[in-house]
């Protein structure tokens, strides 16, 4: 259309002058979706051989690590001699964050993030240039598949305290460009949810993304005061797990034209659901995914722990990854003939939403950004007994700032109402769920939806 042509050529400057070799690795990700899937996992030896030798030579904790372990690696040979290498934790990223960056590193020209992870474990980490073209690349190509183009209107049912900040004239002028809107899922109840119908009929973009849990929400409010919205293009779902019955409720609303998306602020694009909607492709040219048991070994089309190699990540190598949720691996190719693996599913990466009394749900991802750089807090979990009362569970390290939590306290209730009990109680350990998993929010207020 002849309309979208000024938001087309606003994009195209806005990429180049961004992530100037974006490009360039886009016609890598399809170059690499046209080799056999024995081809990928050779080339994804060769990468992992060469990031191996990198982190040792130039990384203090991974050459003490190999070192202690009899690695060597420049001898890594086979697949075999690769799965020797130890796993990397979020407590080891958290105790030698310097000591894992790459010498030579300049930290202020690295974008540092940090995130309260979904199971409860805050810790900070950098990446660099690279990485965030290797993120867009990506992100260009998974729409391509769904059939998006990158400058159509798009609306996003996403957090809003860290992701959409305060924006000033100019940030809001180039969500303009970008045919972007922003609607807040840390703060949704009936009234916003009529006005986010209200716009959806007036925007009607070709793509919307939300968490999984969000969106759920959303659908149950439409289905249930029969409010009919344009159905987009294409659907993102992301951040939480996309449930074989929340998908269910989304697709009588929007359609089934949603995608599944996984990755986390520390390993950003995983893997990604094709139109086939037989699990989700492993972005295999940047990453390594294993799952394995509590003893180590590789499991497919059994659940266990997921472990990713970050493959472009030379600055903060993160090697081995245990990114603290569990998955199946299928061994079966997609019918769509891409070569990619196939991660099954994702388990156990439910987020609860938290009521309020006057009927507002809340996020669970609001809470873990209110951990998100706070020192000494290793783990967490809220837990709402009822609608007056909020518990949070807090193992730390050493003594946590009385100042810092008093804040943590007032954000709660300013999100929830003064009425909110707030209940800070230090404990030793979080106990996980069956599967693994701690879960970072837990509601025993039974849902409305």
Not at 47 to 73: M, T, V, W
Not at 98 to 115: M, R
Not at 249 to 269: L, P
Request: charged residues 30%; contains cysteine.
């Amino acid at each position: 259309m002849l309309l979208d042509i000024p938001f087309r050529l606003y994009w195209h400057v806005d990429v180049k002058r961004r992530v100037p070799n974006v490009f360039n690795k886009l016609a890598l990700l399809e170059k690499d979706q046209r080799k056999s899937p024995t081809q990928i996992k050779q080339d994804q030896f060769s990468a992992l051989k060469k990031l191996l030798i990198h982190a040792f030579e130039n990384c203090d904790y991974y050459r003490d690590k190999f070192n202690s372990c009899g690695i060597n690696p420049y001898q890594v040979m086979s697949w075999r001699d690769f799965y020797k290498v130890p796993i990397l934790k979020k407590k080891d990223v958290q105790k030698n964050l310097d000591a894992i960056l790459a010498k030579g590193v300049n930290k202020n020209e690295l974008f540092e993030d940090a995130t309260g992870g979904s199971i409860g474990e805050p810790l900070i980490f950098y990446h660099d240039r690279e990485c965030k073209e290797w993120f867009e690349a990506c992100d260009i190509f998974a729409k391509k598949w769904w059939g998006i183009r990158p400058w159509c209107k798009k609306a996003f049912l996403w957090g809003a305290d860290r992701d959409i900040p305060e924006l000033s004239l100019k940030e809001r002028l180039k969500l303009k460009l970008e045919r972007s809107t922003f609607l807040n899922s840390f703060d949704m109840d009936d009234t916003k949810m009529e006005a986010y119908s209200r716009f959806l009929i007036k925007w009607r973009p070709g793509y919307l993304q939300g968490y999984a849990s969000s969106l759920h929400l959303f659908s149950t409010y439409l289905l249930k005061n029969n409010i009919t919205v344009p159905k987009p293009k294409a659907i993102r779902s992301s951040a939480d797990t996309l449930t074989p019955e929340k998908r269910t409720v989304i697709e009588q609303v929007f359609g089934d034209k949603i995608y599944d998306f996984y990755g986390s602020r520390e390993i950003t694009n995983i893997a990604v659901e094709c139109p086939a909607h037989q699990g989700l492709h492993i972005f295999s040219t940047i990453r390594y995914v294993e799952i394995l048991n509590s003893d180590g070994e590789q499991l497919v089309d059994k659940p266990g722990k997921i472990i990713v190699t970050d493959l472009v990540n030379y600055s903060m190598p993160f090697i081995r990854y245990e990114i603290g949720d569990v998955g199946i691996i299928s061994d079966k190719e997609c019918e769509c003939g891409r070569p990619f693996p196939i991660l099954k599913s994702i388990e156990g990466r439910i987020t609860d939403f938290i009521q309020t009394r006057s009927g507002k749900y809340i996020h669970g991802e609001f809470f873990t950004h209110l951990f998100y750089g706070v020192k000494n807090i290793s783990d967490f979990q809220v837990h709402q007994e009822d609608l007056n009362a909020l518990k949070i569970y807090i193992v730390a390290e050493t003594e946590v700032d009385k100042e810092i939590l008093s804040k943590i306290s007032e954000k709660i209730q300013e999100k929830m109402g003064e009425h909110v009990n707030v209940v800070i109680k230090f404990v030793e350990k979080i106990q996980p769920t069956k599967t693994g998993k701690r879960l970072f929010t837990i509601s025993s207020v039974p849902p409305k939806f």
